[in-house]
């Protein structure tokens, strides 16, 4: 299985990505690297991917552990460091902020969290530690 995006770039930013599901965004690199305000960054994506990824696969999980997710907000916070001269992400927190139907099995939060940290393809695909610290509402 493929999935595909493909970048058009002018003489100035945004550039454009077009992605396979049918999206179109404008892109540039962060203010602070010499990009335009407003337009996503590759840096937001990837945190955002992180982000989006660890919620639909949750949900799932929780589910299937008697949990009927009924509200679900997250912050992400993604720690971009200097390593060996390089910038990298080296860690993503999340802070999920969950609410669920009345007799949820709530005592399986933290089994829906390390089940999800398993099974989420994005943040396994990450070279980075994630950390997730939930709020149950």
């Given at each position: 299985?493929?999935?595909?995006?493909?970048?058009?770039?002018?003489?100035?930013?945004?550039?454009k990505m077009?992605c396979q599901?049918g999206?179109?965004?404008d892109?540039s690199?962060?203010?602070?690297?010499?990009?335009?305000?407003?337009p996503?960054?590759?840096?937001?994506?990837?945190v955002?991917?992180?982000?989006?990824c660890?919620q639909?696969v949750?949900?799932s999980?929780?589910?299937g552990l008697g949990?009927?997710?009924?509200?679900?907000?997250?912050?992400?916070?993604g720690?971009l460091?200097t390593?060996?001269?390089?910038k990298?992400?080296?860690?993503?927190?999340?802070y999920?902020e969950m609410r669920?139907?009345?007799g949820a099995?709530?005592?399986?939060?933290?089994?829906a969290?390390?089940?999800?940290?398993?099974?989420?393809?994005?943040?396994?695909?990450?070279g980075?530690?994630?950390?997730?610290?939930?709020?149950?509402?």
């Open positions: 299985m493929d999935f595909v995006s493909k970048v058009s770039y002018g003489d100035a930013y945004p550039a077009e599901n999206m179109s965004l892109y690199p962060p203010v602070e690297f010499g990009g335009a305000k407003g996503m960054t590759p840096e937001d994506a990837f955002g991917s992180a982000n989006m660890f639909i949750f949900r999980v929780a589910q949990m009927s997710l009924l509200d679900y907000s997250c912050k992400a916070v720690d460091q390593v060996d001269g390089f990298k992400f080296v860690r993503i927190n999340l999920p669920f139907a009345e099995r709530t005592e399986n939060i933290q089994k969290i390390d089940a999800t940290k398993k099974r989420c393809l994005v943040t396994n695909s990450m980075c530690e994630v950390v997730v610290e939930p709020r149950v509402l």
